[in-house]
């Protein structure tokens, strides 16, 4: 997904391209899997941007109504990114590191069947492997 792409699709949506929402997308164009409320405020204040707290929520709010960015809810952190392939994700618990991985037909191939089993029409799913990654395990 462009960034062109993206404000098209917030302007379909009603929505107008603030400074704010600007750089709340840029930034996560740049990152290839999820980033933290806290690195996007990070972000903000290095582009010289500073808006409160209640208005960085309704931008990523309004992104995730509109399915234009995902957030992940990891050990009770909320976490953001831009959906650009199907991937899940392995989270170190001594560092926080967050890493995608890709897990190809497999799975989406179990969720069919889950669904014809139970007669369930799945719409998303969410799959996150917890552990010690190599710096900490060792």
């Known amino acids: 997904m462009t960034y062109e792409h993206i404000l098209n699709k917030i302007r ?6 603030s400074p704010v929402r600007s750089a709340i997308i ?4 740049a990152q290839d899997c999820l980033i933290s409320y806290d690195d996007i405020l990070s972000h903000l204040k290095k582009h010289k941007l500073t808006p409160n707290r209640s208005t960085i929520f309704r931008e990523l709010r309004f992104l995730v109504h509109h399915n234009i960015i995902h957030k992940h809810m990891i050990a009770d952190d909320a976490y953001y990114e831009i959906p650009r392939d199907h991937h899940h994700h392995l989270i170190c ?16 191939c179990e969720s069919t069947k889950i ?12 799959v996150e492997f917890y ?3 190599t710096r900490c395990h060792a």
Do not use: P, W
């Not at 618990?93 to 989406?108: S, Y």
């Not at 669904?115 to 969410?126: E, L, P, R, V």
């Open 93 to 108: 618990l001594a560092c926080e590191k967050i890493t995608k991985i890709l897990m190809h037909d497999h799975l989406v």
């Open 12 to 17: 379909t949506c009603g929505g107008r391209i």
């Open 115 to 126: 669904a014809k089993k139970n007669q369930f029409m799945i719409t998303g799913h969410s």
């Open 131 to 133: 552990g010690y990654c």
């Open 26 to 29: 840029r930034n996560l164009l």
